[in-house]
């Protein structure tokens, strides 16, 4: 298995656009997590999909994220517009059945906002 | 409010010593705990896994334990290599299924 796939890597984009950042979960696995990562504040839980539905979307900082999960082997974040305080790395994990098991976790986009 | 610490922050060894991070968590009522290492620039691997019901995981040179009690649980490094250089992370589960991370433990084995 190729493991949990994000794009793009590297994002840069300017203040007011709008970013989408992509994940392919494990196949077979019903839950997705995304995660932002900083310095300030480390990693934090943004949003989590259990079976293609939004679970817990508490950590969305504001309006302006949204996640959507079309089916069981995708998802996108988008910000927007985003804003200088958006640059982070963004993780998404994905797990196969409840909380008591492992999350593996994608390689990250890094996102810089000027 | 579930609350995860790591104590070092940093640590810095020579190669072959044996070591010991700390985690710990405000809230008992956890499914498991997770340790992750974070290559720099890179994603988080999953190392070990401890069910609440579980004291202690090993793989390889590693050995996590868990207190859940006393919120507390180790990871054990066994003559540690310059390759285990990384940021080492645990994280709790609950009831609401989130992972809450600690901030972790920046490790640098030197040659």
């Known amino acids: 298995d190729a493991g949990v796939i994000q794009s793009p890597r590297h994002e840069v984009t300017e203040m007011g656009q709008e970013v989408t950042l992509r994940c392919k979960p494990i196949?077979?696995?019903?839950?997705l997590f995304w995660y932002r990562q900083t310095m300030m504040r480390g990693l934090e839980l943004l949003i989590y999909?259990?079976?293609?539905?939004?679970?817990?979307d508490s950590g969305m900082p504001e309006d302006r994220f949204s996640a959507k999960m079309p089916n069981a082997s995708f998802s996108t974040l988008k910000i927007q517009p985003s804003e200088p305080r958006d640059s982070a790395v963004y993780f998404c994990?994905?797990?196969?059945?409840?909380?008591?098991?492992?999350?593996?976790f994608g390689p990250g986009t890094r996102l810089t906002v000027t | 409010k579930q609350e995860v610490t790591q104590i070092p922050a940093a640590l810095s060894v020579p190669e072959g010593e044996n070591l010991v991070l700390n985690c710990s968590f405000t809230?008992?009522?956890?499914?498991?705990l997770q340790w992750f290492r974070q290559d720099p620039g890179k994603g988080l691997t999953s190392l070990l896994l401890?069910?609440?019901?579980?004291r202690e995981q090993t793989s390889g040179r590693l050995n996590a334990s868990l207190d859940k009690s006393s919120g507390r649980s180790t990871l054990y490094i066994a003559a540690s290599q310059p390759g285990d250089s990384a940021t080492y992370l645990c994280?709790?589960?609950?009831?609401?299924?989130?992972?809450?991370f600690g901030t972790g433990t920046l490790l640098a084995v030197q040659p």
């Open positions: 999909f259990n079976n293609n539905v939004p679970i817990d």
């Open positions: 994990a994905s797990r196969l059945g409840g909380g008591t098991h492992e999350q593996y």
């Open positions: 401890i069910q609440s019901s579980q």
């Open positions: 196949s077979g696995h019903n839950s």
């Open positions: 809230d008992s009522a956890i499914y498991n």
């Open positions: 994280a709790v589960a609950g009831a609401t299924n989130k992972l809450i």
